[in-house]
Nanobody, 126 residues
Framework: QVQLVESGGGLVQAGDSLRLSCAASGRTFSTDVMAWFRQAPGKEREFVGAIKWSGDRTYYADSVKGRFTISRDNAKNTVILQMSGLKPEDMAVYYC???????????????????WGQGTQVTVSS
């Protein structure tokens, strides 16, 4: 089992920046991808971006490319989502997820992930 705890959400104004963290614990040694998804009220869970746990390969949704950056701290089993230029449409609950499928490809669908955090709310006022 892997436990994921997100933090860093909050209320910001459009154009502001925000930094989310996801701390992983438990059986993390089999992790190959850590990802961020988000879900707004009434909408499906949406892929934001992901990072391979070994190597530096990242993958972002087009909607956040150039504004959001994912990084990791392997020693702390933590992945960071740095968000800048926030827009009202970025408002959602943000979830951290872990894949331990051993695949080379980074999945952009929720079914590609094995463990999920409880989520952290990001609210962007216009």
């Amino acid at each position: 089992q892997v436990q994921l705890v997100e933090s860093g959400g909050g209320l910001v104004q459009a154009g502001d920046s925000l930094r989310l963290s996801c701390a992983a614990s438990g059986r993390t040694f089999s992790t190959d991808v850590m990802a961020w998804f988000r879900q707004a009220p009434g909408k499906e869970r949406e892929f934001v971006g992901a990072i391979k746990w070994s190597g530096d390969r990242t993958y972002y949704a087009d909607s956040v490319k150039g504004r959001f950056t994912i990084s990791r701290d392997n020693a702390k089993n933590t992945v960071i989502l740095q968000m800048s230029g926030l827009k009202p449409e970025d408002m959602a609950v943000y979830y951290c997820a872990v894949s331990q499928r051993g695949r080379w490809a980074i999945s952009d669908t929720p079914t590609g992930y094995d463990y999920w955090g409880q989520g952290t709310q990001v609210t962007v006022s216009s």
